[in-house]
């Protein structure tokens, strides 16, 4: 099999094989912490081995619920040992840069890094100083690994193969990590991707990442198999609300009405964290064909695939 790269930084430079090994690993994972939690314990717990006498470290300098939560758990399933630093807590709020609190923490020995930045490329940097592997966890609006493969994990369990099913990405094209992401991944799985949001949201040129651009949301959704809505990325863009939250609450919130317009198979999506009433009404977030709770469960699967693969690879402390 094709080798997992040491580094985990973004879709653009996985291969199908690649993505395809790490979901099939993720897959049996996702299985097994569903056994687990029907009381067989079994092989979750054989799992344990993978990691033991390992450190992960987290390195959150934004803000995340489920990500760093999610990088927690799955690194102490594999028997990992886990260090969580934020930017507050950290040398770096006193002026260290990025790369010397990232080789002290390999000093100190830290086996992998799972990084968070709001500049983009950040964990591509601390890649090139360190020796041991990097993940990135999302760097600024550029690329978020984990989450499209968690996303494509969920998906694929709903629809099989994903080749010539139709997925619709809704809103912050522009500054989307999440989106990006996407869009290399389910490229690469054979999908085909509308994408639709408020013109100043939408980069020129984004076809090239392959894609098909519309300027409603009826329009972008129809024929979808599924609907990911994502948050307007607001610490991005600045001051400038582009637009009001109420217009964009009216002319690109998905609504129940929305839902029923797709076929009857069709889910929708949204990564958190979610605006109630503002990207897409509770009653479709709550309701049985949202795949929210999913996404978060084959977040952790996902990520313990990813730390095996980069691990794995790096094999013992180089
Ligand atoms: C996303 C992120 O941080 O990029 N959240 C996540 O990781 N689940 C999306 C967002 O912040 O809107």
């Known amino acids: 099999m094709e080798p997992f790269p040491q580094h985990l930084l973004g879709i653009e430079t996985l291969t199908r094989a690649q993505i395809d090994a790490l979901l099939l690993l993720a897959a049996g994972y996702k299985r097994e912490r569903r056994e687990a939690r029907e009381g067989n314990r079994d092989a979750l717990d054989a799992h344990r081995r993978v990691l ?32 969580a630093l934020q930017k507050e807590g950290s040398s770096v709020s006193k002026g260290e840069t990025l790369a010397d609190t990232a080789k ?13 930045h709001p500049f983009s490329g950040a964990p591509h940097l601390v890649a090139r100083e360190v020796r041991c592997p990097v993940i990135n966890a999302g760097d600024g609006a550029h690329e978020h690994p984990t989450q499209a493969l968690l996303d494509a994990l969920s998906l694929r369990e ?20 999440v989106a990006r992401s996407n869009l290399h991944c389910l490229n ?15 980069p020129m040129g984004i076809e090239k990442l392959g894609c098909t651009v519309h300027h409603t949301l009826a329009e972008t959704i129809a024929g979808a198999d599924a609907v990911m809505c994502l948050r307007i ?7 400038a609300r582009l637009p009001s939250t109420r217009d964009y609450a009216r002319r690109w919130g998905f609504t129940q009405a929305h839902l029923d317009s797709l076929a009857k198979h069709a889910v929708v999506m949204h990564p958190g964290p979610v605006n109630r009433g503002v990207e897409i009404v509770s009653e479709v977030l709550d309701g049985p064909r949202s795949l ?9 699967a996902v990520r313990m695939a990813a730390l ?11």
Request: hydrophobic share 45%; with cysteine; glycine share 12%.
């Open 52 to 83: 033991a006498g390992r450190t992960v470290v987290t390195l959150f300098f934004e803000a995340s619920t489920r990500t760093r939560s999610s990088f927690e758990v799955a690194a102490r399933s594999l028997g990992a040992d886990v260090i």
């Open 104 to 116: 002290n923490l390999e000093a100190a020995s830290a086996d992998a890094l799972v990084m968070r």
């Open 158 to 177: 709903h629809l099989g193969d994903l080749t010539g099913k139709t997925i619709a990405i809704i809103g912050d094209l522009a500054h989307s990590r």
């Open 188 to 202: 690469k799985l054979g999908a085909r991707v509308r994408v639709g949001g408020p013109a100043t949201l939408i």
């Open 233 to 239: 990325q607001q610490e991005r863009i600045g001051d």
């Open 292 to 300: 929210v709770m999913d996404q978060v469960d084959s977040g952790v």
């Open 308 to 318: 095996a693969l980069c691990l794995g690879r790096a094999g013992a402390k180089r």
